[in-house]
């Protein structure tokens, strides 16, 4: 059985995949979505990650991720057995940022209607509004756990500056805290969370769930030209990867992967689990196939030699 990791301060056992719910609606109709979700779960998988706006850009409003999410909970019978994380905060055609308590208390109550549960184990601040006082969104969510609605908190898109007032202020008035974070962070994006989030990281003692682990699908070594774009309908998002440190990185992870005889993409997800406060990378599955590779990647254990190589390439 796969193993499983407790996220910091808190009860919350996940395994280290971290499903990427962006597709359910999206690049994966209903159907579809069931059958990842039924061999994710097979797999020994039980970490969902999801986002109350999720798929905005296909329907202009989302929700249909939670959606799906909840009716496949309620006919497999299996909420007790899976840890849910939802998000609030980011923007539809309908509504800018909003982390104000207003937002907050409605939109927990329709993801909660949405995933036909009566309690989130995770929710994030999924984008900062950048203007409403830290204090309020914190007191939203400090009544929304007090009610049962929610377990723990996180953060996703939030500044280094406003993370750290944030702990402040729930020092100060007894909020809750966040107990992870969901940066942007993979083998071809390291600077940004290595020297302004990791520190804080380190601070707080929190769990991280990296999101775009595999750089829009870039790390699969899938993409090598431009012509290699209309392979799959995110192709375009790892275009600004080819350039002289993309194609180090690829280079690298073809090495290592041919070692280990795996795949490129397990290799960049090991890469990731192997660095220091890393829970579980979020990557999505749209075939039996690509749900192996992330499962393969929690059972490759790379040396230092490989480590090393990786670490070159892609600083």
């Given at each position: 059985m796969?193993?499983?990791v407790k996220i910091n301060h808190t009860d919350l056992e996940i395994t280290r995949i971290n499903l990427g719910g962006n597709v359910f609606g999206w690049t994966l109709d209903e159907n579809e979505s069931f059958e990842i979700l039924d061999q994710f779960v097979a797999q020994g998988g039980n970490f969902i990650d999801t986002a109350d706006t999720y798929p905005w850009w296909i329907n202009g409003t989302g929700g249909l991720s939670e959606t799906i999410i909840g009716k496949w909970m309620r006919?497999?019978?299996?909420?007790k057995n899976m840890v849910i994380a939802t998000k609030v905060g980011s923007h539809t055609k309908e509504h800018d940022y909003d982390i104000g308590k207003k937002h907050?208390?409605?939109s927990v109550d329709e993801s909660l209607q949405r995933l036909q549960t009566d309690y989130i184990d995770l929710y994030y601040t999924h984008f900062d509004d950048?203007?409403?006082p830290v204090e309020e969104t914190?007191?939203?969510?400090?009544?929304i756990i007090k009610a049962g609605k929610v377990r723990y908190i996180a953060a996703s898109n939030v500044s280094p500056e406003r993370l750290v007032t944030s702990f402040d202020a729930a020092e100060k008035n007894s909020f809750p805290k966040y107990v992870a974070l969901q940066p942007l962070y993979n083998l071809v994006e390291r600077p940004k969370y290595e020297t302004?989030?990791?520190?804080?990281?380190?601070?707080?003692n929190l769990s991280v769930f990296p999101y775009y682990s595999l750089a829009a699908g870039f790390l699969t070594g899938k993409y090598r030209s431009e012509a290699d774009f209309g392979k799959?309908?995110?192709?375009?998002?790892?275009k600004q990867y080819l350039n002289e440190k993309g194609f180090s990185v690829l280079e690298a992870l073809d090495k290592v992967s041919a070692k280990h005889n795996t795949s490129q993409a397990a290799v960049a997800l090991a890469w990731l689990l192997a660095q220091p406060h890393i829970g579980a990378p979020i990557a999505s599955a749209t075939s039996q196939n690509q749900l192996e590779t992330l499962f393969a990647a929690t059972r490759l254990i790379l040396n230092k030699e490989?480590?090393?190589?990786?670490?070159k390439a892609s600083r």
């Open positions: 796969m193993k499983k006919s497999r019978g299996n909420r907050i208390l409605r950048g203007k409403t914190l007191s939203a969510y400090d009544e302004e989030y990791a520190p804080l990281v380190e601070k707080y799959s309908v995110r192709g375009a998002g790892a490989d480590l090393t190589l990786l670490d």
